[in-house]
């Protein structure tokens, strides 16, 4: 009783986008339990590894890419747990191994299955986008929106969730901001900049002079009129914002809400930041698979082992 109680209250704190996905991906295996005629508590390696091989070649669709793969492998392992199954750990293993062969055979075979990772904003590209926002009131909603989610490495939901309150001046020093909802919260620091198009602080200002806002959402919706809604923005309404900043920046590539995480990362380990570092103002776990590749993206060229050979 004690445990499953535990185990709904930790339920209960996870992001709303997260319960939803886990429930989808719960679904989807339960039909390959039931498609496999296996009980729909099966944990085992073969249940597992089964699952993985099922996403590939189950009948009438198309077969999954790795990354499908990975997030169906999560979200049914983490439903098994939630009915109280102890999964063990060589079971997922097994799975896991599955699907990084499944990845090989397709570069191997040249095939890209997949909408690949989002393109990474860089900092010459942010500069853009700040300087391509009109001096209107959603012009400066967007310029204060990118420079403050940029170094944040904002989610969609981060910034959509955000409250005035939750964004304070600090003397001249700059901001500090707390992501109270999302998929991972936390306290940062965002310093003040001498340019006045790409200071946070001087965005922040801008947009609430104009929002004239003192509580509630931090970002809202501005209709054509310039009138600023009472209402907050959802993750997709921020995400249609950054995709819109990028378009009239001329960028070559479609922003996404995922474009100033990567890029937060990729900039700031080539800037000289220490992957601890990065993981804590980005909110990543130390030492995370998904921040280890950001980071690699920089070492490889910059801490290469062919790069110190005098040819």
């Known amino acids: 009783m004690l445990d499953a109680a535990a185990g709904a209250y930790v339920d209960s704190q996870r992001p709303a986008n997260t319960l939803r996905a886990y429930a989808q991906d719960w679904r989807v295996w339960q039909d390959y339990t039931v498609e496999a005629g296996i009980p729909l508590l099966a ?27 990975e997030r169906r492998l999560t979200g049914a392992v983490a439903g098994l747990r939630h009915h109280g199954v102890h999964v063990d750990p060589e079971a997922t293993r097994a799975a896991w191994r599955a699907i990084k062969g499944y990845r090989q055979r397709l570069a191997k075979a040249g095939v890209d299955r997949g909408r690949g990772k989002a393109a990474m904003v860089t900092l010459a590209d942010l500069r853009a ?14 310029r204060a929106m990118l420079l403050i989610g940029f170094p944040i490495a904002a989610r969609c939901s981060d910034l959509a969730h955000l409250l005035v309150g939750d964004i304070t001046v600090v003397g001249d020093r700059g901001l500090e901001i707390t ?37 509630g959402a931090a970002f809202r919706r501005v209709d054509r009129h310039g009138n600023v809604s009472a209402d907050g923005l959802s993750p997709a309404g921020v995400n249609q914002i950054l995709a819109r900043a990028g378009r009239r920046a001329g960028l070559p590539y479609p922003v996404t809400g995922h ?3 990567s890029g937060f990362a990729t900039e700031a380990r080539r800037a000289g930041a220490d992957d601890v570092a990065i993981a804590d103002q980005g909110r990543w776990v130390r030492g995370s698979r998904a921040l280890y590749e950001y980071i690699r993206r920089v070492d490889r060229w910059e801490d290469n082992a062919a790069g110190a050979l005098d040819l």
């Open 43 to 69: 944990a085992t390696p073969g249940a597992l590894t089964g699952f993985v091989v099922w996403l590939e070649h189950a009948q009438g669709r198309r077969p999954a890419a790795p990354a499908t793969m």
């Open 179 to 215: 992501v109270r909802h999302g998929k991972t919260t936390g306290d940062m620091v965002v310093p003040r900049r001498d340019n006045a198009e790409t200071d946070p602080v001087c965005a922040w200002r801008a947009w609430l002079d104009s929002a004239a806002i003192t509580g």
């Open 259 to 261: 474009s100033l995480r």
């Open 129 to 142: 986008m700040s300087a391509a926002c009109p001096d209107t009131p959603a012009g400066r909603r967007d």
